[in-house]
Each structure stands twice: as C-alpha cells, then as structure tokens.
C-alpha cells in the first residue's frame, strides 16, 4: 500500500516519463497496438460463436435430415438414376425400426414457380407442403395469424400460409389475413404470416419466400399422394440419432430397391456433426488467436524492455549517485519497475477501451440483422475474464520488462556508475 500512496515516487516516474515524450510514446504504441488487436480479435472469436454456431446450438441438434436423389448404381433390375421419394411405407417402417427412440418423424413436399394469384396480382412462388411439427425443425416467427394444426390436415382444408415475403409481393403493405389467394387454381383463405428465423437450416425451401399448405391439401392440389420430397427424423434426447444412421438408411434403402453401396441415392445431413464439426473450427480459431494476439502484446513488451535498457544506460550515472548517497536497491528496483509499468498500463488500457469500442461499433453496424441470415459473426464482444486475463499479461509483462535491465544494472558498482559518461 505505501507503493500506491508514495508521492514522492510518482512523481519522479511522472517527471522521468515526461521528459521523454516521444520515446515514451513510441514504445507506447507497440503495447497499444498489441492489446488493441487482442481485443479485437478475441471479440471477433466471441462473434463467431454466435454466428452459425450460436444459431446451430439453438436447434434441436438430435436431427437427421434426409434428402432423396438420383440413384448411382444399378441394383435389383433397376438402372442408375432412378428417381424416387419418400412414402407412407417409409415413415411406418421407420416408426417400427425405431419404435420408443424417434420422438418426431416430419415430411415436406416442395414445388417450385407454382402459379399463384390474388385479385389481380399473379405471379409464380414457391409452393410447400408441411406439418405442424415443421416448425420444430426450421426456426419460424408466426408475424400474424396462426400456423398450420392437425385440424388442417386431417380436414384437408383448403387453408395456407404465407411468408413475410410472398405476402408482400402478393398483398403490398396490408394484411393478407381471411384474404384468398389462388394456389394452382384452387383458393385458400390465408390463415398467417410467417418468418424465417435462421437460415442455416432448409427443410423444404425457404418459408419467408413460399405459400405454405398443410401436407394433406398439398398432395391434393399437386396430385402428390404417397409421395414426400424430404424427411427429418427427430430423437428422443437420450437416444443419439448418430447411433441410428445405419438403421435408417437401410430401412429406406431396402424399401426403394437401392444398393446399399450406393451412397449418393440418398443425402444425410446431421445437426450434431455439423455443430461438432464447427467447434472444432472455433477452439482452433480461438487457439490462434490467442497465439497471435498474445505474440503482438509480447513485441510490445519486448519493445519497452528495450526502452528500459536503452534508458537506465542513459541513468548510469544517475543511479551510480544514488547508490552512492545510500538509496537501497530495492527503491531503485522500485523506481525503475513503477516507470515500466505506468508505460504499459497506460498503453494497455487505452488499448483495451479503443477495442472494446471498436467491437461496440461492429455490433451496431450489424445491429440491423435479425438473426435469420447465415452470418459468420454476430455480436461480437469481449467477456470480463479475458479482459482480465489480458490486464494481468500486462501487469506481469510490465513489471518484467522494468526489472530485468534495472537488475543488470545494479550488478554494476557504485564507483563505475559514477565514472560512466
């Protein structure tokens, strides 16, 4: 405590900082710089864990999707490229496979420039076909109205939604709701509004940009009976979906007649390998820039231990005269260590506030996102346990830089100190 509250020391570290304006400047900026870019990049890592992994985490990550396509290789009398779909005999087969494991198994069905109009606005949308559950698996705000129920689709009613996008191209600035639009010749009255709210999962299509009808009706209008475009598979969250792959491709394999080294007739997509995947990429991006940032900080300190060097030679003398009259070592030390580290947290501080402003920056340039786009970084900030963790590198890097070139120069004797020009 009498360190902290020792005038007479502060004020020669201000007097001696002071009378070397640019050199303390300059040695200055390289801990600045060095902080600054810490900081920043630190947040930016933060950034990227919101970003497609922060919108990843908040899915239901025990998912398999699974999208048909062309078969590859000729199998039980069929040629390649085959197209087929997903049945009814599919999700019966893989409810048993799978019976007390898989708490949802969800179809979609897309259809792509289906003519649809309203009074005298006509244009071509896409037209999708779903559940109730859908929104389970693709993230949706309801804007206004209700979403599709089972009523729906046991019904076979003639209802749709619309999304934010398509209701705006069909209907202006006003409100589609109790409204008819004509979907493929047939009406049906606009129940609600809906958004998508992440972009890095597509079940179907885009549901901002679609007319949306309950599965049922859209097999009707289409004339799609029995027949499903994609599928997702959600489990129970003690049962891992991973540990099911095998099953499920071979209950559909097996079903549809493909080979099983066909491994293109089908596309698996798992959330939890994606996500595992990209916190790998993060811990390793996290990892470098700690490396980096750490290394920028250290060529500043580097730089300011130089400094001392260069300025305690030029004090020999000074210090000589000191020792001379009796000043003890340790005040020198003292001395020496309190010039290194009002360099440094002056330097570093300033650093710390012009990164977490420039981050405050970036979020408001980016404060107009709502969180549907697939963007890289989101939100970037800096946590107070880094920041902290930054403060001590500093602390502890200062202190060193001010000791090391004040103990060497104490080894030299009082008497050669006063005899040095």
């Not at 947040?43 to 398999?64: D, K, M, P, W």
């Not at 087969?93 to 979609?108: F, P, W």
């Not at 299509?205 to 959600?234: C, F, K």
């Amino acid at each position: 405590m009498d360190l902290i509250f020792d005038s007479d020391l502060w004020h020669e570290v201000i007097i001696t900082v002071s009378q070397q304006k640019m050199r303390s400047v300059m040695t200055m900026f390289g801990v600045f710089w060095g902080i600054f870019m810490l900081i920043l990049l630190v947040g930016c890592g933060v950034g990227f864990g919101h970003g497609i992994i922060g919108q990843l985490t908040s899915l239901e990550s025990n998912t398999f999707f699974l999208f048909p396509d062309k078969t590859t290789v000729p199998f039980h009398g069929y040629d390649r490229d085959r197209t087929w779909h997903f049945t009814d005999a599919d999700i019966r087969l893989l409810e048993n496979k799978l019976a007390g494991r898989a708490d949802h198994i969800i179809t979609v069905n897309a259809d792509d420039n289906v003519n649809t109009n309203h009074d005298a606005t006509s244009t071509t949308l896409p037209l999708m076909g779903i559940t109730p559950e859908y929104i389970s698996v693709v993230p949706q705000r309801l804007v206004e109205g209700r979403y599709i129920n089972q009523i729906d689709m046991e019904q076979h009613r003639k209802v749709c939604l619309l999304g934010t996008n398509a209701a705006s191209m069909l209907f202006g600035d006003s409100s589609p709701l109790g409204n008819f639009v004509s979907v493929a010749g047939v009406p049906h009255k606009v129940v609600g509004v809906i958004k998508r709210t992440n972009d890095n999962i597509q079940l179907g299509g885009n549901p901002s940009e679609a007319v949306i009808l309950p599965l049922t009706t859209e097999q009707d209008v289409m004339n799609r009976h029995n027949e499903y475009d994609n599928m997702a598979i959600i489990n129970l969250p003690q049962y891992p979906v991973e540990n099911d792959r095998e099953r499920i491709l071979s209950t559909v394999q097996q079903n549809h007649d493909i080979a099983p080294a066909d491994k293109s007739a089908i596309y698996v997509f798992s959330l939890k390998s994606a996500l595992a995947g990209f916190l790998g990429i993060q811990l390793g991006i996290n990892i470098l820039i700690w490396i980096i940032g750490i290394g920028t900080l250290a060529a500043g300190l580097i730089g300011i231990a130089n400094i001392m060097i260069v300025t305690i030679k030029e004090r020999t003398q000074e210090i000589g005269i000191r020792r001379a009259l009796g000043a003890q070592p340790s005040t020198i030390i003292r001395q020496i260590m309190m010039e290194s580290l009002t360099l440094t947290l002056t330097a570093g501080i300033a650093g710390i506030v012009a990164g977490v402003w420039c981050l405050y920056g970036l979020d408001m340039m980016m404060a107009g996102d709502d969180g549907s786009s697939m963007t890289l970084i989101r939100h970037p900030m800096i946590g107070v346990i880094p920041t902290l963790a930054a403060l001590a590198i500093l602390v502890i890097g200062g202190l060193l830089a001010g000791y090391y070139p004040t103990k060497r120069a104490l080894k030299v004797k009082a008497i050669e100190a006063l005899a040095e020009e």
